[in-house]
């Protein structure tokens, strides 16, 4: 062998050692960083994003939740795109905005096919054991159907390895939830139960050894406001001050199709005065005391079955809640208070995010790629979300420029409204239109004021920014209705949110607010 072919050899040789080295160190490391992680979803229904000590609430007590956010990260701007509950729980699980997957009340199902694109159906197809309890909130058929009430034979409860769910708004009273019933012995309210039922499901998951994802979705604070005895005396003598925005007179200039609306016309009753506004308050902070003790129970629970160093846990909600904002109470509307939500995420495996804050413009439609991405398992092409596991590392990132909130759910045809939210403004648009109401526009400066008291639509100053909302909306608009599903009336419903066609020349999804205020279809929310 001459020279340059022996030192050729040799160096080759060196270059397969080096790499057989680094093989037989990276090797275990890698497993260890490649283990698939456990994940923890909670879901709470209805709380709206500053009932949490974390988010600056003086008043309420959540120690859990402020140490989960102390150890992980809190997010200070997240929405529910469509704040209600069966369409805003669809697009969790999907990834999507409503128009796409075309599930809310009044509207209909989801198709199966679009739920195979869920995250606990991908995740169990790559090999997670998936767990479900508590409200599941939308009907599953073969097809999209206008039937949009749940029944057993309309959940997928084939698509989970353990069951824990309920049909509909289910009950307070453990006993009354088929599933859960053998907790309510000892668990007598279902928040607490709940949590229970996470922990039998966690110890098995960790006694098998596979990776999990578990799904618990509490009924709480939802109306009606029943609270678990154990959390009773809480607030006793506590005077809770009200929103800077609340009341009619904060509503003075609110369109008159948000007036026509049930969230005005009914909603808003339960806060109208101090005695009331104090006495449902009180019932809906101890309600989410009772979501935080439950997340007690499932943290105490993940760390007795040695896998609490390996679980992202991620709480939120399906949508806010309007406690007398603007002289309004419920949700539906992109105000802040019924579109905006707590989020939570703690990943124990990055050391670095730990007691961060994050201002992203983040939303539901980001929780399916997010847990996916935690997984490892990618994400559709079908999803609207992205993944916000990034900003654990880097919060300071923007994630999105605009997002887009809606409103189908078609009580009336005058609360149909659409809205752009952006980092710095808010614009909305109240399409409906007839002989005595012409549609509405509202322009808030988000970052000067948030509680949205001053209407700047017709401010000279603020002209260019409605030029540039306008277009924000019209190219999201365009986006929607061209993804949209073609089914439950979704292609009219976003044609009729086009600005450019006159009110006259629409089709309606909804009867305009001619029916009593009381009434309410088939499916309501309430």
Known sequence: MDTRRYLWACRLIQVLLAIASLVCVAGPLAAAVSKPPNIVFLLADDQRFDALGCMGNRKIQTPNLDR???EGVLFRRHYDTSPIC?????SIMTGQYESRHGCNFDRGSMGGETFTSSYPAL????????GFAGKFGFAVTPRPTPVSLEAEDRQPIDQFDWWGGWVGQGFYDTSKNPHLEKYAAQ???????LGAAACDFIRESAAAGKPFCLSISFKAPHHPYTPD????DLYRGVTFSKPGNWGRDRGADLPEQARRSRMYQNEFREWSDDQRFQKNLTLYYQLVNGNDAAVGMIREELARSGVADNTVVIYTSD????CGDHGLGGKVFPYEGASRAPLII?????????????GALTANIDMAPTILAFAGVPAQWSMDGVSLVGLLDQPDRPVRDTLLLMNAWPWSAEQLVMSVVTPEWKYIYWFYGDETVEPAEELYDMQHDPLELRNQVEAPEQADVLRQMRAAYDRLHTRARASCIQANQYPAFLDSADRTVRWSDKTWTARPATRPAEAAGEGSPR
């Open 68 to 70: 989960l956010a102390a």
């Open 86 to 90: 069966m369409a805003s729980r669809a």
């Open 123 to 130: 995740l169990r197809k790559a090999g997670y054991r998936v």
């Open 187 to 193: 668990y007598p309210h279902v928040s607490r139960a």
């Open 229 to 232: 005895p154990h959390d009773l």
């Open 319 to 322: 949508n806010g809640w309007m």
């Open 346 to 358: 703690r990943d124990p495996r990055r050391k670095a995010a730990v007691g961060k804050v994050c």
